[in-house]
């Protein structure tokens, strides 16, 4: 069995309730999205260490460049909380394809998240799993600046 699968009952879905609780709380948040432009909605649900979920969703604009994907959202949100350690992300996106985070998402979940999973899911169900690490490897980081 892979990984992407330990959390998989082939009768009745995603068999961990709390992975259950962030796609559908990701789901929920992607149908917020801004994204009048592209029409790709996405949503995202970053559960912090002590279990709190926050949601976030893709926020377009007439300008096109100042886009803020939906993790980045979820995670200025965390962070404008108060929330400070993370466990895991999941991303809800349309295409069949897993769909994970872009490269400044990446790099701004290791700085302030770090090697944190990362669970894809589309509106049928989880599309595949990673950590940070693996979707960033050598980062650049603050231990870099001393
Ligand atoms: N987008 C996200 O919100 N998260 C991703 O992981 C990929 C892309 C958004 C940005 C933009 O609003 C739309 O999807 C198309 O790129």
Known sequence: ?????????????????????????????????????????????LETIDGAIVTGCNVENATYGLTVCAERIALFKALSEGHRKFR?????????????????????????????????ANLHGETGRHTIGELLPQPFDARLLK
């Open 1 to 45: 069995m892979s990984d992407s699968n330990v959390d998989r009952d082939p009768g009745s879905g995603i068999r961990d309730p709390k992975i259950a609780e962030l796609i559908a709380a990701a789901r929920a948040a992607r149908e917020h999205a801004c994204a009048d432009f592209s029409r790709f909605k996405v949503g995202a649900a």
């Open 88 to 120: 895991r992300i999941v991303v809800v996106a349309p295409p069949d394809a897993p769909t994970p985070p872009c490269g400044p998402c990446r790099q701004l979940l290791w700085e302030f998240a770090g090697d944190i999973e990362v669970i894809l």
